[in-house]
T-cell receptor, first 111, second 116 residues
Framework: LAKTTQPISMDSYEGQEVNITCSHNNIATNDYITWYQQFPSQGPRFIIQGYKTKVTNEVASLFIPADRKSSTLSLPRVSLSDTAVYYCLVAPYSSASKIIFGSGTRLSIRP | SAVISQKPSRDICQRGTSLTIQCQVDSQVTMMFWYRQQPGQSLTLIATANQGSEATYESGFVIDKFPISRPNLTFSTLTVSNMSPEDSSIYLC?????????????FGPGTRLTVL
C-alpha cells in the first residue's frame, strides 16, 4: 500500500477555504485516493474519493493532478464544526481492500 | 449506509483479565475490520474478519492476544486477552459500504478501554 504524507496540523478561521495536501509518491495505477474525517470521540467518516482530476460533493472537493503523486482536499467556508482530524488514504479500488490510516492532519478552526 | 453499535462503550479493567468487545451491524456485510486507536494517535488495523473463515491479522497482532469471532454477517467480537496497561486504547470496528462504493468504510463509535 502506498505511503501517504500530510501536515500534522493546520489552523484556519471560520469562513475561510482550507486546503489540505497529501503526498503519495508511490501510488499505483489501480489505487484510489480517499479522505476520512474524524471528530473527537467518534469513528472516522468517509468524506470523498477520487482517481484523477477533480471530484466534488456536498462536503468537499478533491483535486488530483495528472501525475497523481499528491492530492488536495478542499473545504469551502469552514466553520467551527469542521475542527477534526483528516486522513488521506491510498488503496486499490476493491471491495476486498483493507485501508491503512496514516498520521492524519489535525485541523483547528478558530472564530 | 450502515449503522454500527459497539458494546461496551467503555470499560476499566484490571491487568491480566480479558475483555470481549461486541460489534453489531444493522445489515449484512461481507467484511468487518477491527482497529485500535491509542490516545492522540491514528488508527491501526488489527485484523480483517470474514464470515466463515479465520480472521487475517496485521503485523504485530496475533490471534492469541486478540481472538476474533465472526459467527454471522451482522456480528463480530474482538477479545483483548491478558490485558496490560499498554492495551489501553479505543477499539473500533468498521464494515465495508455496499458494493457501489469501494474503500468506503463505516465505523462504530468505539470502545474506550482503560487497563489498570
Amino acid at each position: 500500500l502506498a505511503k501517504t504524507t500530510q501536515p500534522i496540523s493546520m489552523d484556519s478561521y471560520e469562513g475561510q477555504e482550507v486546503n489540505i495536501t497529501c503526498s503519495h509518491n508511490n501510488i499505483a495505477t489501480n489505487d484510489y485516493i480517499t479522505w476520512y474525517q474524524q471528530f473527537p470521540s467518534q469513528g472516522p467518516r468517509f468524506i470523498i474519493q477520487g482517481y484523477k482530476t477533480k471530484v466534488t460533493n456536498e462536503v468537499a472537493s478533491l483535486f488530483i493532478p495528472a501525475d497523481r503523486k499528491s492530492s488536495t482536499l478542499s473545504l469551502p467556508r469552514v466553520s467551527l464544526s469542521d475542527t477534526a482530524v483528516y486522513y488521506c488514504l491510498v488503496a486499490p479500488y476493491s471491495s476486498a481492500s483493507k485501508i491503512i490510516f496514516g498520521s492524519g492532519t489535525r485541523l483547528s478552526i478558530r472564530p | 449506509s450502515a449503522v454500527i453499535s459497539q458494546k461496551p462503550s467503555r470499560d476499566i479493567c484490571q491487568r491480566g483479565t480479558s475483555l470481549t468487545i461486541q460489534c453489531q451491524v444493522d445489515s449484512q456485510v461481507t467484511m468487518m475490520f477491527w482497529y485500535r486507536q491509542q490516545p492522540g494517535q491514528s488508527l491501526t488495523l488489527i485484523a480483517t474478519a470474514n464470515q466463515g473463515s479465520e480472521a487475517t491479522y496485521e503485523s504485530g497482532f496475533v490471534i492469541d492476544k486478540f481472538p476474533i469471532s465472526r459467527p454471522n454477517l451482522t456480528f463480530s467480537t474482538l477479545t483483548v486477552s491478558n490485558m496490560s496497561p499498554e492495551d489501553s486504547s479505543i477499539y473500533l470496528c468498521s464494515v465495508d459500504a455496499d458494493q457501489s462504493s469501494y474503500n468506503e468504510q463505516f465505523f462504530g463509535p468505539g470502545t474506550r478501554l482503560t487497563v489498570l
